[in-house]
């Protein structure tokens, strides 16, 4: 069985994640927009075969993206099922 926990005080913890994204499309003569995300997320495995992950992300975007200049918050979850 795999080991997707941190073992501490004689229980299980959980998996976390935390990443910045930067993507910046702009160029000297084309601009198409930059994008910064700052995202953290956890999973959490139940077993060897059922995993819950839940992931934050807070997204700016510049006014040359497709949407114009904005922030967005985005909680996202999902359950997987290895079989």
Same mark, same amino acid.
């Given at each position: 069985m795999e080991?997707?926990?941190?073992?501490?005080?004689?229980?299980?913890?959980? @998996?976390?994640?935390?990443?910045?994204?930067?993507?910046?499309?702009?160029?000297?003569?084309?601009?198409?927009?930059?994008?910064t995300d700052?995202? @953290?997320?956890?999973?959490?495995?139940?077993?060897?075969?059922?995993?819950?992950?839940?992931?934050?992300?807070?997204?700016?975007?510049?006014?040359?993206? @497709?949407?114009?200049? @904005?922030?967005?918050?985005?909680?996202?979850?999902?359950?997987?099922?290895?079989?």
């Amino acid at each position: 069985m795999e080991k997707h926990f941190i073992k501490r005080y004689g229980r299980h913890i959980p @998996a976390r994640t935390f990443c910045i994204r930067l993507e910046n499309l702009n160029d000297s003569d084309l601009k198409c927009g930059a994008l910064t995300d700052l995202s @953290a997320g956890m999973n959490y495995y139940l077993n060897k075969h059922i995993i819950f992950r839940l992931n934050y992300s807070h997204v700016k975007t510049d006014q040359y993206s @497709a949407l114009g200049k @904005a922030h967005y918050n985005v909680l996202q979850s999902r359950i997987q099922i290895k079989f």
